[in-house]
């Protein structure tokens, strides 16, 4: 998926088919915020206005080229778990045995369909910071542009939480459940925490 055209894509995504649908949209997302971040360390790099902040710039340009591409695998992870639950469920269960295997590979298919999101939730908590700091030390011109990354980085982890929780809601190891429920509404608090803050700085100084 990450191969596609943009055109390509959005005509997949607005087509019957159940995937890519959401999740892949909020890794997507994450993608987009990464590099306007490292857009916004270019603009800043080799300017003598920003010099006391080249090696920071620099090393965002790293971390976010690097960071968008996981993003990008990340569309085609949610779509994969997507249709490996779907085989799952259309496992044969004419007997008690197949039942079982049906039940248990179905549990495994919900936990990675989970996890897929969960890490793309992970990710927007590190873009956040990023694109924080490429607001209060990036390019003024460019700050804007630092501000979308953070609102990327708000609305893809939105949306990857959204996706977690709706498979959450099926899986029926509770430890397993909890534990992802609680690592997540603590990541969205320290996200929205990082956003508020940096669109509060952004927005006196537009």
Known sequence: MKEMSLRSFLVELASD????????VAAFDGAMGASLVSMVARLTVGKEKYKEHQAIMEELMKDCDKMRDEFLDLM????????????AMRLPKNTEEEKKERTFAMQE?????????METLRRCLDLAKKAE??????????????????????????????????????????????????????????????????????????
Request: aromatic share 4%.
């Open 76 to 87: 085609d992870k949610d779509s994969n778990a997507f249709n490996d639950f779907m085989k």
């Open 109 to 117: 298919a919900l936990k990675k369909a989970a996890l897929v999101p």
């Open 17 to 24: 088919s159940p995937a890519p649908g959401g999740g892949s």
């Open 133 to 206: 700091i490429a607001v209060e030390r990036g390019n003024v011109n460019a700050v804007t542009d630092a501000g979308t990354a953070l609102l990327l980085a708000s609305s893809s982890a939105k949306a990857a939480s959204y996706n977690v929780l709706i498979n959450l809601k099926s899986i029926k190891d509770e430890d397993f459940a909890n534990q992802l429920k609680s690592e997540l509404e603590s990541l969205l608090k320290a996200i929205d925490d990082i956003v508020l803050r940096g669109l509060k700085s952004l927005e006196e100084n537009l």
